[in-house]
């Protein structure tokens, strides 16, 4: 009796055992899901909330382009003039257009460059034909990557002739045409690398499509650190216009015109008929001049460089390089909420419509 009645309490012993193995196990699931339900919840408000946030910057992103766009309308409106010194390239108007569109949360900024303040790849050679040079345009384009070169010392021995007419070949349509001078490329030397590929033997669309061409090294593009910034800088494939007539089905053209009123150093000193630094340096110093926070220099006419004191009388620059006008701009807008942010890049082209009001029509559109 006694040894049954111990084997029955050694029994109910290990069943007790066994159950809170039991409970302790289904409470161990038990917090394990619980914990894996939690970071799941949370993970999923966080992604609501960033998508939430990523969404609400892309709209306050967007409000800053349409502004701009609305500035750009606006100044087209008041004058056929376009320079630094108009509402849209003066970052406290563009403060006070802001001011109008409140956030409670994050705020938002743009800038808008003039497209045309820069050297246009497409018009170093004569299109629609695109065979030979634009004369105006090669000699402005020597000066301008001697300069480049200059800025960088591993460059030193580099010809500037030689990158021209790698440019042009790259260029015109005429592929099984001698190579341009003796340091050119046509489509041999493309097929030749490793890996290879063919010449465009058309317009460049992109402008990193450059850095395809013969010579085009990243640093020439890109620029070096503590350097002058490099090519990518001051230039552009916008411009394009309807040629006057078609040659063989191609009615487009690139006129190359720069707008004096907004181009920078590097580009005013490539349009110089001489190459003294100090005269492009004097136009742009011209150009910014003010008195009492107004700026004082008219830039309407397009020979208003003659009007700077340190310009000699004489000098001219090829009227073929210059305007003072531009309908193509980019425009960079900036939101920023919660410490994050986002950059919306759109290049638009300001046109008539046919009902004769003034539009911003977008050409490319890259977030970031």
């Known amino acids: 009796m006694n040894k049954r009645y111990s084997i029955s309490i050694q029994g109910a012993r290990n069943d007790r055992g066994m159950a809170l193995l039991i409970t302790l196990t289904i409470i161990t699931l038990l917090i394990t899901g619980a914990l894996e339900l939690n970071r799941r919840v949370r993970a999923a408000v966080v992604s609501t909330a960033v998508m ?6 892309s709209q306050m992103a967007a409000t800053g382009i349409h502004a701009a766009m609305a500035m750009l309308v606006k100044d087209k409106l008041e004058t056929n003039n376009d320079s630094i010194q108009e509402d849209w390239a003066a970052p406290e108007k563009i403060a006070e257009l802001l001011a109008d569109f409140p956030y409670d949360r994050g705020k938002v900024g743009f800038t808008i460059e003039d497209e045309l303040s820069k050297i246009q790849i497409n018009a170093l050679v004569d299109f629609p034909k695109g065979r030979h040079f634009n004369e105006s345009q090669k000699i402005m384009w ?31 349509s005429g592929d099984d045409d001698a190579t341009t001078g003796l340091n050119g490329a046509e489509a041999e030397y493309y097929q030749g690398l490793d890996p290879p590929y063919k010449p465009g033997n058309g317009p460049f669309t992109h402008i990193d499509e450059l850095m395809l061409v013969k010579g085009i090294t990243p640093e020439l593009f890109q620029g070096a650190e503590a350097r002058m910034p490099g090519a990518e800088n001051f230039l552009t494939v916008l411009g394009m216009t309807r040629a ?40 742009y110093d011209y150009r910014n001049e003010k008195a009492d926070g107004k700026f004082v220099n008219d830039l309407t006419s397009g020979t208003w460089y003659k009007n700077v004191p340190e310009i000699p009388s004489d000098l001219t620059i090829d009227p073929k390089l210059i305007t003072t006008a531009s309908d193509f701009f980019r425009i960079r807008s900036t939101a920023e909420l919660q410490e994050t942010t986002m950059t919306l890049t759109v290049v638009v082209h300001r046109e008539q419509g046919k009902n004769g009001k003034w539009t911003c029509r977008v050409l490319s559109w890259q977030a970031s």
């Open 52 to 57: 939430r946030d990523r969404l609400t910057l």
């Open 142 to 172: 020597d000066r301008f990557i001697r300069l480049l070169l200059s800025q960088n010392e591993d460059m030193t021995d580099v010809e500037a002739s030689g990158i021209v007419n790698s440019i042009k070949d790259w260029l015109d």
């Open 244 to 283: 006057p007539r078609p040659i063989e089905r191609k009615n487009f053209t690139f006129e190359g015109k720069i707008n004096i009123n907004t181009a920078d150093l590097p580009v005013l000193m490539a349009m110089m008929p001489s190459e003294n630094p100090e005269y492009a340096q004097a136009i």
